[in-house]
């Protein structure tokens, strides 16, 4: 089945790298997803991996895939008060229409 | 603008009472998902529309119903309100296939008092 799970805070100093960890259970994941949701906003799509690749770079993201481990990380460099706002992973599966199973949401907090 | 266009966006109502949420897709999307997001259930998946035609259910109570239309824009009836159906009310939409994620609205908060 699907079931997606995310640590809820993450305190992190500006201008260093912010890591948001997921991990999920259904090993016929086809693709996995980051949103972001800042406050009173709708949830926008930041980058998606598909499952058959390690690693994708998208300037100051950076996704990583361990399918071993079912372990889905964000990395955020050079992180910015912009960026405080709710990250949610999400997987989508062929066989179950690409349906979004969201995960419930890492809380980004940036500090001065 | 993400091109997916959901009204209203607030929307303050008493218990009993019905109300429709409504929302456009973006242009040349197909399918159309209606998710609730709420403090204690996070985001959860209601309903999906295809081209006009119900798609999947979720975790749809039976006092809500959608509706997609031929011109494509969905709605989300939502009859008999309770306190605990105030919530975040997202409509996303796809092209055919949905591989590259979701294009999500700004979403309807909905207020029951």
């Known amino acids: 089945g699907e079931d997606v799970e995310q640590s809820l805070f993450l305190s992190v100093r500006e201008g260093d790298s912010s890591v948001i960890n997921c991990t999920y259970t259904?090993?016929?994941?086809?693709?996995l997803y980051w949103y972001k949701q800042e406050p009173g906003a709708g949830l926008q799509l930041l980058t998606y991996i598909f499952s058959n690749m390690d690693m994708k770079q998208d300037q100051r993201l950076t996704v990583l895939l361990n399918k071993k481990d079912k372990h889905l990380s964000l990395r955020i460099a050079d992180t910015q008060t912009g960026d405080s706002a709710i990250y949610f992973c999400?997987?989508?599966?062929?066989?179950?229409?690409?349906?979004?199973?969201f995960g419930a949401g890492t809380t980004v907090t940036v500090r001065a | 603008d993400s091109g997916v266009t959901q009204t209203p966006k607030h929307l303050i109502t008493a218990t009993g009472q019905r109300v429709t949420l409504r929302c456009s897709p973006r242009s040349g999307d197909l399918s159309v998902y209606w998710y609730q997001q709420s403090l204690d259930q996070g985001l959860q998946f209601l309903i999906q529309y295809y081209n006009g035609e119900e798609r999947a259910k979720g975790n749809i109570l039976e006092r809500f119903s959608a509706q997609q239309f031929p011109d494509l824009h969905s709605e989300l009836n939502l009859s008999s309100l309770e306190l605990g159906d105030s919530a975040l009310y997202f409509c996303?939409?796809?092209?055919?296939?949905?591989?590259?994620?979701?294009?999500f609205g700004s979403g309807t908060r909905l207020t029951v008092v």
């Open positions: 996303a939409s796809t092209t055919t296939g949905g591989a590259g994620g979701y294009t």
């Open positions: 999400a997987e989508s599966i062929r066989s179950n229409d690409y349906k979004l199973s």
């Open positions: 259904d090993s016929s994941s086809t693709y």
